[in-house]
């Protein structure tokens, strides 16, 4: 593993749609995991990559996934996802994300994806060294 | 806080819909963050309470959820989510759940919730002592 | 195309969920078919069936839905999802749902699925005979 | 109630997400309601106006809304949602949709919203005209 302490991070633009809302009026903390994976898919595709094909034989399943709540979200608030390549080994990658609404932090959440053969069973497979660059620079600019 | 070990935790049983899962073929990952919440929210009618009330002043947000996945869910699943009250402070509760499919592990959570007066501004607030009693007792049976 | 009025209906009971609901306080709209789909894939089950399996080459994606909104559902309320097979071609199965809280009517829709090869593209095949002939006599307990 | 044949519509320009996608591999079809309702909301801003708001006494819920499926859609499709105001009476809005993908119609629907005083028991009221008259100003450009 090694951090990538450099990253400036990739920025994914996003607003609360209605339907992320619940009866507490602020969004439903399950979207923030989601709109983490929304910026990681941003990301791959900024980096001239598709994370998913239709019918393809690998996939990008999760081995943990956090978040830590500072703030709500409330509908039509508008945010952006930072996601940063925090750390890679040879079959995961680990991705720091930071949600903001302009100055106010949102919060933060960590996600580990590993790449497999699909199953059933799921199969860890390496992961090819140039998806790891072309993520690492598309999340630098 | 104090941790709680002695409890069994309670068991909130649940299957798996078509509209959970993804086009890699298993649950969506952000699913078992609602499988958590779905269980916790029945421990507490199981203790004789209701976590909201429509147009009540105060609520229950997140101030962190994490989950590690061991194994994937499919479609019509039937499983189980324990849930054991893992630890508690004068304004938070935290949650360690289980999700099991028969012998298999799906994997492992914790939530910790922070009682709060609903704002805008959220504003952190006592747990009277007897809701925290009441869920232990619940989640001991 | 034939009509099955003489069916009572396959009974499909649920609870709603805190993560169903929107900042209105109610839930959210787009749910109700969700509802609709989990009480025919349950009508599915009853019939000694399944209408989907990993890796299978045939689904039933939607040709229609439509749902009429008579009273709201809230957090927590136990309701039915009452399923009919209303009516079938040779590609095509039209299912007429009613979504009732005790004496309380929720709403009414319709949901018709086509019996597809899958794609892309999708191709529109016949539905074997004994499928029908199941779910109507499931529907019909 | 009028038609608003002569409007050309607003166009909603959006990607297929991930986690909105099923085990067909096509985006599940509850979505569908939700990309039209992110198109209504997303037509009230370009009027200058606001859905909801936090804490507010009044709501805009669905009276019916019908969608008929053309074509699927798939992971990362770019499509709009073309929405218009298709009639109107003095307490409901209806919006005729179109979804696209290129020249490709992935299908149409209709949504019914009524004005509303918040409950329990929702209560119908008069909708301003300067609502409607913005509305169509704003899906005509």
């Known amino acids: 593993m090694f951090s ?3 990253s400036d991070g990739f920025r994914y633009a996003r607003q609360v749609q209605f339907g992320e809302t619940d009866m507490a009026g602020i969004v439903h903390f399950s979207w923030m995991y989601r ?45 952006e996802v930072v ?7 040879r079959r ?25 053969r699909k199953g059933p069973p799921l199969k860890a497979i390496e992961i090819p060294e140039e998806i790891v660059r072309k993520l690492t620079e598309a999340s630098q600019k």
């Open 83 to 89: 996601v940063k390549i925090d750390a890679v080994s």
């Open 4 to 6: 990538d302490t450099l």
């Open 92 to 116: 995961t990658i680990r991705y720091a994300c930071t949600i903001v609404r302009g100055d106010t932090t949102i919060g933060t959440g960590v996600m580990t994806t590993v790449h497999v």
């Open 35 to 79: 709109y983490m994976e929304e910026a990681e898919h941003a990301l791959w595709r900024a980096a001239g990559m598709h994370i998913a094909r239709f019918g393809e034989e690998t996939s990008w399943p999760r081995l943990s996934a956090s978040f830590d709540f500072k703030n709500p979200l409330y509908f039509e608030d508008e945010f």
